[in-house]
């Protein structure tokens, strides 16, 4: 793939890695200089034209490789440059490698669910016109070695026919573990511990890491033990005595004569469930004419005598009424 700028002063190594910032590698003793943003719009020139390339090959509707991407994303481009044809003294771009490391919940042969971090093959690109050139294995190998991973430890993100058969022509990775998303795993992924990531992914995903606090954590606080439950006592009357005990009434009612033995036998209770519990018996009513001759012989209020004492216009008889 060519671009009308000169690829081969831009990237002086045969492959070179990008990371999120897109930043121009080092440029080799003698060369020009242009300005550090015209190099960095030309990098992003060739990341947008190797993603637009890639999309058109496996027919995808949109790219999934672009420098907004990049910069957006903790990835890892491999970028394989032609040294051999330098045409109009430019050079061309082969191919390239994107990885990077996802959280992804996976099933093992048992169909058990495992939460892992894989280093995932996210998209990977030669030109049509150099393939079978043994250029993709030289990417390949390439990257497993930066990153210090086994092929059966990858996790391929929605591989191709031709990546599936170049993965079992030059690593033997045929059997694949069914899986619920669209990344595949070979047999194998669960036999060794990923290891931690490569330093060329581990510095621009923990650059940015806290300083650890040196202060002690506080002492754990115990919870008091707890109290075995006892036996669940059934709801019954006999938990509400206090409704028995009888209420005195006010006077005069209180002067009426109390019955002399209670009854012998209660009065029945429904047996339908939610009754209330019995109420202790109370003092009867007492009739009208019973009350109004308990009122005669009451004896008269101190301060109605005084009254009476005072007025001398009142008459024996208005006395003795009001008496």
Known sequence: MEFSFDVDALLPERI?????????????PGTTTPARVDLQQ???TIVDELGKASAKAQHLPAPIT???????????????KDTSARPAGKGAIIGFLKVGYKKLFVLDDREAHNEV????????????????????????????????????????????QKLLKFLNKHYNLETTVPQV?????????????HRPPAPSLRASRHSRAAVVDPTPAAPARKLPPKRAEGDIKPYSSSDREFLKVAVEPPWPLNRAPRRATPPVHPPPRSSSLGNSPERGPLRP?????ELL??????????????????????????RRRTR
Request: net charge positive; with cysteine.
């Open 66 to 80: 672009s420098a907004s991407r990049m910069q957006s994303n903790r990835h890892v481009m491999y970028v394989l």
């Open 293 to 318: 001759r308990s009122l005669r012989l009451c004896p008269p209020h101190p301060t109605a005598r005084l009254l009476l004492a005072t007025d001398p216009g009142g008459s024996p008889a208005q």
């Open 117 to 160: 971090e894989p280093l995932c093959i996210l998209d990977f690109y030669i030109h049509e016109s150099l393939q079978r050139h043994g250029h993709g294995r030289e990417l390949f190998h390439y990257m497993l070695q930066k990153e210090r991973v086994e092929p059966h430890q990858l996790a391929i993100d929605r591989p191709s």
């Open 285 to 289: 009513f007492v009739p009208e004419q």
């Open 181 to 193: 998303n669209n990344f595949v795993i070979f047999e194998g992924f669960f036999a060794h511990q």
């Open 42 to 44: 030309q990098i992003m």
């Open 16 to 28: 070179t890695v990008l990371d999120q910032h897109l930043r121009p590698p080092a440029r080799r």
